[in-house]
Nanobody, 125 residues
Framework: VQLQASGGGLVQAGGCLRLSCTVSGSTLINLAVAWFRQAPGKEREFVAAFSRNGGYTYYADSVKGRFTISRDNAKKTVFLQMDSLKPEDTAVYYC???????????????????WGQGTQVTVSS
């Protein structure tokens, strides 16, 4: 499974961006896909995720109500729509996937076997 993240950029506070994570070597069936982010000097943190069956979504409290995760199964792509962006959202955003993750590990980076290369999001104040 290979993941390709794209869509990052520079945006002013209050603006929006849409990130894409395109999967190759697999379909999205039975594949949990998540977004994480890592700011300089900080640990990688969970942002949002789809469950393996695609029926459930999960969000970090810090982005709930502002970010929306969605998917296009035909295009094998998972999106992260980011609205009302804040300077503290500045980070490298990574998509990750797992075929074997259990629900309780959804927010744990180490539970994901496959990772994309990351895309930089910078929010200016």
């Amino acid at each position: 499974v290979q993941l390709q993240a794209s869509g990052g950029g520079l945006v002013q506070a209050g603006g929006c961006l849409r990130l894409s994570c395109t999967v190759s070597g697999s379909t999205l069936i039975n594949l949990a896909v998540a977004w994480f982010r890592q700011a300089p000097g900080k640990e990688r943190e969970f942002v949002a995720a789809f469950s393996r069956n695609g029926g459930y979504t999960y969000y970090a409290d810090s982005v709930k109500g502002r970010f929306t995760i969605s998917r296009d199964n035909a295009k094998k792509t998972v999106f992260l729509q980011m609205d009302s962006l804040k300077p503290e959202d500045t980070a490298v955003y990574y998509c990750a996937a797992s075929r074997t993750i259990i629900l309780s590990s959804t927010r744990t980076p180490g539970a994901y076997a496959y990772w994309g290369q990351g895309t930089q999001v910078t929010v200016s104040s």
